[in-house]
């Protein structure tokens, strides 16, 4: 018997003991009667909806006070559009980063990054391995492709009708920018790509979205085209799918690391080894090291990709700065690589193929977050390129510094005295 099994066993039959099958079997039934009132008002945002709302919850006025403060109060026109069965709003503590040295295609100069997280010790690991890129005079960043994708998908009685729908789609490819562009003024359809299995087609559009993240964007064009191509084409599907899980829209996946998704960024830097020795209290000799172990480990466990931590610094600055924080799945894919230069300084390199970021659109606009771009000097248009310049930065920052608390033995010490106040 393996282990799995007899801990199941062992768990099964501890359930028997605490009230037999026919307790658990109660309650595992469904239960569609009884059921209490549901939350009103629904996309609407006023004072008398948000009283009704709390009225349902009937919880205590002090945790009402909580979640809607005074300041919220006065501000609910500003979450039109961004929430539905709204109560209020969360707080999160916001810390500082940097200054992040970024010599960039598009993000040039010192940035302060906000990252917003209630986990001890990220943003002073963020912050070391920020400032530690800028004594060594910044990391290069490069925009190195942009591409938001949706993939539709169609089911047909046979291959050849497949075929013959195919082929129509294929002769009307301008008709189908000119329908997926009619729906904005930003978004331009750039690639259409096209993948078969049996009888079913999918339809993989990529679209540049400006200074947007693009998600909704691509999603309303591609709902316009795919409209349009079942009212016109000659062969009709059996059935069609605006997004068939082909796009990799907020999920790990293969292909990630083969293209772009949102922006596909890189940035490398050059530390000494004195400052590796000053700052990180290790040696380049022992970073390469660990980095050639942690690619192994990566290998052999399946990771996607290989690097420390990208998810930790993203989602700090995604909830921070009004960006998707669901997007971190498919953003914190990529890579992390070490080597030591022929000087013996340490050569650091990320690459993010799918940092799905913008500057405007979606939660930038919020009050709190629209602040957090102000601080980087993000906020606004023509911003978007920048900040995923900044956003890869970020993440070769926490890179090199967990990577040098782990190889100094410092990692467990500065989590056991930020998060609980004492040395281990």
């Not at 995923?388 to 100094?408: M, T």
Request: proline content about 4%; aromatic content about 6%.
């Amino acid at each position: 018997m393996t282990v799995g099994s007899r801990h199941a066993s062992e768990r099964f039959a501890a359930l028997l003991t605490e009230g037999g099958m026919e307790k658990w079997a109660q309650r595992l039934k469904p239960k569609p009667d009884g059921l209490p009132p549901h939350i009103p008002g629904g996309t609407l945002i006023s004072q008398e909806v948000l009283e009704r709302r709390w009225q349902v919850l009937g919880l205590p006025e002090a945790t009402c006070a909580e979640l809607l403060d005074s300041h919220t109060r006065q501000q609910i026109g500003r979450y039109l559009q961004h929430i539905e069965n709204f109560i209020g709003t969360v707080k999160l503590p916001v810390g500082i980063a940097g200054p992040l040295r970024v010599n960039g295609l598009y993000a040039q100069g010192d940035f302060y990054v906000p990252l917003a997280t209630s986990e001890a010790a990220l943003v002073a690991s963020y912050n070391r391995g920020s400032i530690l890129i800028s004594r060594a005079g910044g990391a290069t960043a490069a925009l190195l492709n942009e591409g938001v994708s949706r993939a539709p998908a169609f089911t047909f009685t046979s291959f050849e009708e497949l075929g013959q729908f195919l082929g129509w789609v294929l002769s009307r490819q301008d008709d189908i920018k000119r329908i997926a562009e009619s729906t904005t003024r930003f978004g331009k359809l750039i690639d259409l790509q096209v993948s078969v299995e049996g009888n079913h087609l999918y339809l993989i559009l990529s679209y540049s979205t400006g200074d947007a993240s693009g998600q909704n964007m691509a999603t309303i064009a591609t709902d316009a085209a795919m409209r349009w191509v079942l009212e016109q084409a000659p062969v009709k599907p059996l059935s069609a799918f605006i997004e068939a899980n082909f796009s990799g829209d907020k999920k790990a996946s293969a292909q990630s690391l083969q293209g772009v998704r949102g922006k596909k960024v890189t940035a490398e830097v050059v530390l000494p080894a004195e400052l590796v020795r000053e700052g990180l209290h290790t040696s380049v000799e022992r970073m390469v090291e660990y980095g050639r172990l942690a690619t192994m480990g990566g290998i052999m466990s399946g990771t996607v990709g290989i690097q420390g931590h990208f998810a930790n610094g993203l989602a700090g600055l995604f909830i921070a700065c009004g960006q998707d924080a669901a997007c971190v799945a498919e953003a914190a894919i990529g890579t992390t690589r070490m080597e030591a230069t022929p000087e013996g300084a340490l050569y650091v390199a990320v690459t993010l193929p799918n940092l799905i970021v913008g500057s405007v659109g979606g939660g930038t606009s919020l009050p709190s977050q629209r602040a957090c771009l102000e601080i980087l000097g993000l906020a606004g248009p023509s911003h978007a390129q920048a900040l995923a310049e900044v956003a890869a930065s970020l993440c070769l920052a926490g890179e090199i510094s967990i990577i040098g608390a782990i190889c100094a033995g410092e990692f467990t010490r500065a989590h056991a005295k930020l998060a609980r106040g004492k040395q281990p």
